[in-house]
């Protein structure tokens, strides 16, 4: 069974920086993707970044890139999320997540639906 824990959330300005930590258990050859996504208050869930257990290729949405960077372990047990330059905006809940099964090339058309495991999220606050 696969289990994931977030951690690292906080409350920074707006410009300050913070690492998010994704701690998988229970991961098979079966992953494909991990995402990290977001959701505001009152918004839709957004993937934020993404990263192929495969070939390790990553993805980004036009909001972060150049600011967020995805990366895994050598072990492959723990993800991060390093966001720099924050913004208000980055205001959300973040939650990583798992696609089991499919090709490593989907991961950069992931969608909250397509995703097979949680976590619970960590609270991520940016104030101006």
């Known amino acids: 069974q696969v289990q994931l824990v977030e951690s690292g959330g906080g409350s920074v300005q707006a410009g300050g920086s913070l690492r998010l930590s994704c701690a998988a258990s229970?991961?098979?050859?079966?992953?494909?993707?991990m995402a990290w996504f977001r959701q505001a208050p009152g918004k839709e869930r957004e993937r934020v970044a993404t990263?192929?257990?495969?070939?390790?290729?990553?993805y980004y949405a036009d909001s972060v890139e150049g600011r967020f960077t995805i990366s895994q372990d050598n072990a492959g047990n723990t993800f991060y999320l390093q966001m720099n330059s924050l913004k208000p905006e980055d205001t959300a809940m973040y939650y990583c997540a798992v696609k089991s099964g499919g090709s490593w090339y989907q991961c950069q058309f992931l969608a909250a639906n397509d995703m097979n495991y949680w976590g619970k999220g960590t609270l991520v606050t940016i104030s101006s």
């Open positions: 990263i192929s257990l495969v070939n390790m290729f990553t």
């Open positions: 229970g991961l098979t050859s079966s992953a494909k993707c």
